[in-house]
């Protein structure tokens, strides 16, 4: 009973030391079993190379303190130790146990580094969201919030709505202003009114009947002066007025002509600046107006919403917290020495605890910088602490079906 209480006791250190040990070396277990051909006692029954050697030395101490009478064969009780069980027989020699347990720790090993082997193209990550933060670029009251969080919207649809009451009259004055400036323009390429221009043309066709009439007096008397029947005086007068009259058939054309183009070249052009300045003013309202709604941008979940309604946002602050499928990736780590074995466009295996079944990514980010290590590398024990971080990406289907934070394991192809 003394050995049996100071095995359970080896055994619970042994359980405090083997917790130590890193997880990924408790995962593989090892069962070996010697039987005894001479009377078919099983002898040994351990769990790992590591617990083979503990309870080597738990049997040394115990040979030690052991009484003159041999001790039946005992075994760790359920729960006090390591799943480790030692079967002893008295029939044994001390050196036959010795060889025994050399080659089971042989064979450990080998067993140990082939499962390594296999997972050595597992790495644990977790999955990261990019997430989109919609915010208006104008400040004020939040009249309407569309969404709730939880939510799956779609590109275009109405997230959150501002008060703007301002940006509405500021709509209409431009507006107005633009309707004033194209008017004053129209005036100008128009010229004269109709009546106007109506009364310039007889103004002409009589000015063109003096013209002819005093034509032909000039003819009249010109051939009379040639016979001495008139004064030359008389003449020089018919030839003045047909002149004046020819005169005022040219200057009333031109009037004619000027009232049907309109302003100057140079006032009109004034006045296409003055619209083109208008239609900015109202582009720039109507874009105030616009952007107190906003919408989403892609197809998307709403991870949080950050104000309520009634509240005021200010300018520039995201009320509605997003997360599009094409942004969640997932996020691991790998030692130097499986870094020449990944590279952009390489297809990775994520799967997680209750998945349905294992999902794709591809490499699209591959980190230049070590991380947890120092700057400097002096050494090949400090060059095997090094991991990098690579990121790959899941389809949008895909993506659907994982949340950030969620951790995972990758598994190169």
Aim: charged share 25%; proline share 5%.
């Amino acid at each position: 009973m003394k050995t049996n209480r100071s095995l359970s006791t080896e055994g619970q250190t042994l359980t405090e030391r083997e917790s130590k040990v890193p997880r990924q070396f408790q995962s593989y277990g090892l069962s070996l079993y010697f039987m005894n051909l001479s009377n078919g006692r099983q002898i040994l029954d351990c769990a790992s190379p590591l617990a083979l050697f503990a309870q080597w030395r738990v049997r040394k101490r115990q040979r030690a303190a052991a009484v003159h009478d041999a001790p039946a064969p005992t075994r760790i009780p359920s729960g006090s130790g390591p799943p480790c069980a030692i079967w002893e027989s008295s029939k044994l020699p001390v050196g036959l146990r010795s060889c025994l347990f050399l080659a089971a720790l042989v064979l450990g090993a080998v067993l140990f580094a082939g499962c390594s082997a296999n997972s050595s193209n597992e790495f644990q990550g977790y999955i990261e969201g990019e997430y989109v933060y919609v915010a208006s670029p104008l400040g004020g009251g939040l009249t309407n919030l569309a969404v709730a969080r939880g939510d799956e919207v779609k590109t275009g649809q109405l997230l959150f709505e501002l008060e703007r009451g301002s940006e509405a009259a500021a709509v209409q004055q431009a507006e107005k202003n633009l309707a004033q400036a194209q008017a004053q323009l129209d005036d100008l390429n128009k010229g004269k009114r109709p009546t106007e221009i109506a009364s310039l043309e007889a103004q002409l066709e009589r000015a063109r009947a003096n013209l002819k009439l005093a034509a032909a007096d000039f003819g009249r008397r010109e051939k009379l002066g040639g016979e001495d029947v008139i004064s030359r005086e008389e003449l020089d007068q018919a030839r003045a007025q047909r002149d004046a009259d020819e005169a005022q058939v040219d200057q009333l054309t031109a009037d004619l002509e000027t009232a049907r183009l309109g302003g100057r070249e140079d006032v009109v052009r004034a006045a296409q600046d003055a619209v083109a300045s208008q239609k900015a003013a109202l582009d720039k309202a109507r874009w105030s107006f616009d952007q107190k709604e906003q919408f989403a941008p892609t197809n998307a979940f709403v991870q949080d919403t950050l104000y309520r309604t009634a509240e005021w946002v200010a300018a520039g602050n995201p009320v509605v917290e997003l997360l599009p499928p094409a942004n969640i990736k997932v996020r691991f780590f790998v030692p130097e020495t499986a870094l020449p074995r990944i590279h952009t466009g390489q297809t990775v295996s994520v799967s997680f605890d209750g998945g349905p079944h294992a999902y794709s990514a591809t490499v699209n980010y591959i980190s230049t910088q070590a991380e947890f290590t120092p700057p400097v590398i002096y050494s090949r024990e400090n060059r095997a602490k090094l991991v990098y971080m690579i990121e790959a990406k899941f389809s949008p289907a895909d993506a659907m079906n994982l949340r950030p934070g969620q951790p995972v394991v990758v598994e190169l192809k």
